[in-house]
């Protein structure tokens, strides 16, 4: 198993850009991503970046404005957050080890998973 460590979270400004790194504690093959859950809701996909960093995916409420990318030279995978809203409100969690085939992807097909990182969006 991967250990994943995220860290960048903090408190923005709705339309503040914010940006969170997941350090991994071995160089994985694998696909690496982002789930965020909110108080009260559902973990739900952000965000999935492959091995060569060449079909990044997006769930469609952050497409355009959120960026996966990862330096696998640095076993770390990052996500831009751009033009943040209040919804974006939520713990943000680093995750590697898909071993799914649905899409979107669910957080149960993932065999490492961080701690997360919360993220807050004011008004």
């Known amino acids: 198993q991967v250990q994943l460590v995220e860290s960048g979270g903090g408190l923005v400004q709705a339309g503040d850009s914010l940006r969170v790194s997941c350090a991994a504690s071995r160089r994985t093959f694998s696909s690496m991503g982002w789930f965020r859950q909110a108080p009260g809701k559902e973990r739900e996909f952000v965000a999935i970046?492959?091995?060569?960093?060449?079909?990044?995916r997006y769930a469609d409420s952050v497409k355009g404005r959120f960026t996966i990318s990862r330096d696998n030279a640095k076993n770390t995978v990052y996500l831009q957050m751009n033009s943040l809203k209040p919804e974006d409100t939520a713990v943000y969690y680093c995750?590697?080890?898909?071993?799914?085939?649905?899409?979107?992807?669910?957080?149960?097909?993932?065999?490492?998973w961080g701690q997360g990182t919360q993220v807050t969006v004011s008004s």
């Open positions: 995750v590697t080890e898909w071993t799914g085939s649905t899409w979107p992807p669910i957080w149960t097909d993932f065999g490492s």
């Open positions: 970046i492959d091995w060569s960093s060449s079909s990044p």
